[in-house]
């Protein structure tokens, strides 16, 4: 994990890789808990038998909102901030989900600094490019930039 002690530390990083998490397997069990949750229980997510048949690889695949909300599960050991008292999610700029996961895959994320912005006295507007890597393709599942708070 690494450690950034400032907000001028941080700055310094802006055009830099952070960092990379480590490999999480996207199960079936996880998309169906996920579909249970939020009631997108569409079949090329949750029905195993007619992926088989139907889906490219024969598999299901991950919904597009499960993989941007695994975006605090695998970043969490990349970096941390030193200074701030708290910490708010932003938003999200531009979210693209570019590869499907299919189910039984193993995700990663590469996390890069892209702006340190300074908000009123004491906040700063942190933007993080996050591409989740799919194991074994070259193509990213996912890449968004994403926007977080942090105030001393």
């Given amino acids: 994990m690494r450690m950034v002690a400032t907000p001028e530390a941080l700055r310094a990083l802006i055009g830099q890789e952070l960092g990379v998490?480590?490999?999480?397997?996207?199960t079936q069990d996880l998309i169906d808990r996920f579909a249970e949750v939020t009631g997108d229980h569409q079949w090329i997510h949750v029905d195993v038998e007619r992926a088989?048949?139907?889906?490219?690889?024969?598999?299901?695949?991950?919904h597009g909102y499960l993989l941007l909300s695994l975006l605090p599960k695998l970043g969490a050991g990349i970096y941390k901030l030193a200074w701030p008292t708290r910490s708010i999610n932003y938003g999200s700029d531009k979210v693209r989900i570019v590869n499907p996961v299919k189910a039984g895959a193993r995700i990663r994320l590469r996390q890069s600094l892209v702006a340190v912005e300074d908000g009123a006295p004491g906040a700063h507007r942190i933007t993080v490019r996050q591409t989740l890597e799919i194991e074994g393709e070259a193509k990213p599942a996912m890449i968004a930039d994403t926007i977080r708070m942090s105030f001393t």
């Fill in 21 to 26: 998490s480590d490999w999480l397997e996207v």
């Fill in 52 to 62: 088989k048949r139907e889906m490219p690889g024969g598999k299901t695949i991950a």
